[in-house]
């Protein structure tokens, strides 16, 4: 199966402005890539790029908002034309937004969906027409260990990367025919901007550095899945395999219902 190498062309990064996206846009452009880095704060990325100055490779400022379809199918084309193929994207952009109390299924849910799962598919559909054409190419989406199965007061951002990992592990049997290598990163709690608001406790939190290594290490490796730490994915793994009665009550235990 493809692995990319900065010699085939760029790395495209979405959600590149903080936490893991421009931790791995900075690794890779350590690792010698062209990176191309989307975010909606444009000032943030130029902060990146001037970051990365001194690297082996380099990061690109390409400033965009994934939940527009057109502009995704633009950005792609664009840089394609600009810099030559993508030979690897990290579909990463995503966040979670609380619904209201009392307002199940509002604008946070609806926001939450409309960015981690359309805002994907609109930067994925462009990614798979080029590739495919050409027959080569690496794509990583991040979902989460969230995305095993229903967890307490994470209903939209469940629901959203539990959709990406099995779009995904659909989409795989299509793309491995023509030569383009598609993973899914599921991680647990990671120290960012994002994880910093909960209010709770997140058991094997990892610091963002060590996140980083662990993906673009995943990504020079065959696997489909890259996710971490491993007693979290298998545990969630295992406790999904169970009966819903004790899966139910030892979520419950585990978590104190929040």
């Not at 010698?32 to 000032?43: D, M, S």
């Not at 939450?112 to 050409?134: D, F, Y």
């Not at 994880?195 to 990892?206: A, S, V």
Request: proline share 5%.
């Amino acid at each position: 199966m493809y692995r990319a190498n900065p010699a085939e062309g760029a790395a495209w990064v979405t959600g590149a402005s903080s936490g893991i996206g421009r931790g791995v846009a900075l690794e890779l452009a350590r690792r010698g890539y062209k990176v191309l880095a989307t975010a909606r704060r444009a000032g943030e990325l130029e902060k990146l790029a001037a970051e990365a100055g001194g690297l082996r490779g380099r990061i690109i400022p390409a400033p965009g908002d994934i939940t527009g379809r057109l502009a995704m199918e633009s950005m792609v084309a664009d840089i394609e034309s600009a810099h030559g193929p993508i030979a690897l994207a990290f579909l990463n952009a995503g966040t979670y937004v609380a619904d209201k109390p009392g307002d199940f299924g509002g604008d946070g849910f609806r926001e939450t969906l409309h960015l981690n799962l359309e805002g994907t598919l609109n930067c994925l559909a462009p990614l798979v027409r080029a590739m495919s054409a050409r027959r080569k190419g690496q794509i990583a989406v991040t979902s989460s260990v969230a995305g095993y199965g229903g967890m307490p007061r994470a209903i939209a951002y469940s629901a959203s990367k539990s959709a990406l990992i099995a779009m995904c592990e659909a989409l795989k049997f299509d793309l491995d025919k023509v030569g383009v290598n598609l993973q899914v990163v599921c991680p647990g709690f990671v120290k960012t901007p994002l994880t910093d608001l909960n209010p709770y406790d997140m058991p094997f939190l990892l610091e963002l550095d060590d996140a980083v290594q662990r993906i673009c290490d995943g990504f020079e490796k065959a696997g489909f899945e890259i996710a971490f730490p491993r007693r979290m994915a298998w545990s969630l793994k295992f406790l999904n395999m169970l009966p819903y009665s004790v899966y139910f009550r030892l979520l419950r235990w585990r978590t104190g219902g929040a």
